[in-house]
């Protein structure tokens, strides 16, 4: 089966400054990759998603990139804000999604002001 | 509310006690998904339903039982369960095709065994 990898577990950045957090995956099928963020107390949401025939999809500050070649993806935040603070969660899985998602076990963002 | 929900919002049960956990989706998916959420394994993955048919059992002790009635409830009957059951167990909907809005999550049952 699938398995995600994600990294780094904590991230610190000052309010204003990027953020960086990525993911690997196993299985070559996997064509369909999602972001979500979950607040303390509160249900993981989707924030973005890529699926394999592209390489980057930007929404306003958030963007993802995928390589499939090396079998990792990536989300940017820019111009971070207080309320990032979450834990974000990368998944994988393919299109059909018959085999559910493979979630990454998560990162930490904390925006220091 | 976004359209995935779960009761209880807590439980609390002894190893020896029977419960059931229910879900409902009234967003006209397809798909249903138990997860299970602890602090040292995220977002497990625990059974697959599509169209009503178990696509996934991803290895789970058979203390836990699901049933899928129809495409818009979903339940996890649980029994004798073990202090280590104890986490936030997640129910989530999509399309057939999860690529399209991706899950919608409900807000979780927050299960403790004593």
């Known amino acids: 089966g699938e398995n995600v990898e994600q990294h780094p577990s904590t991230l610190s950045v000052q309010e204003g400054d990027s953020a960086v957090i990525k993911c690997t995956y196993s299985d070559s099928a996997s064509n369909y990759f999602p972001w979500y963020k979950q607040e303390l107390g509160k249900r993981p949401q989707l924030i973005i998603d890529?699926?394999?025939?592209?390489g980057e999809k930007k929404d306003q500050r958030i963007a993802v990139t995928l390589n499939k070649t090396a079998k990792h993806f990536s989300l940017h935040i820019t111009e971070t804000q207080p309320e990032d603070s979450a834990v974000y969660f990368c998944?994988?899985?393919?299109?059909?999604?018959?085999?559910?998602?493979?979630f990454g076990k998560g990162t930490h963002l904390i925006i220091q002001p | 509310e976004t359209g995935v929900t779960q009761t209880p919002r807590h439980l609390v049960m002894g190893m020896t006690n029977k419960k059931s956990l229910k879900c409902e989706q009234h967003?006209?998916?397809?798909?249903m998904y138990w997860y299970k959420q602890s602090a040292k394994k995220p977002l497990e993955l625990m059974f697959v339903?599509?169209?009503?048919?178990?696509?996934e059992n991803n290895s789970v002790p058979s203390r836990f039982s699901p049933e899928c009635p129809n495409s818009s409830h979903l339940f996890l009957h649980l029994h004798t369960l073990q202090p280590e059951d104890s986490a936030l167990y997640l129910c989530?909907?999509?399309?057939?095709?999860?690529?399209?809005?991706?899950?919608?999550f409900g807000s979780g049952t927050r299960l403790t065994v004593v």
């Open positions: 339903y599509n169209f009503k048919e178990q696509t």
């Open positions: 890529i699926r394999s025939n592209v």
């Open positions: 967003l006209g998916h397809n798909a």
């Open positions: 989530a909907s999509s399309h057939e095709q999860v690529y399209v809005y991706g899950y919608t």
């Open positions: 998944a994988a899985s393919n299109e059909g999604g018959a085999d559910g998602l493979t």
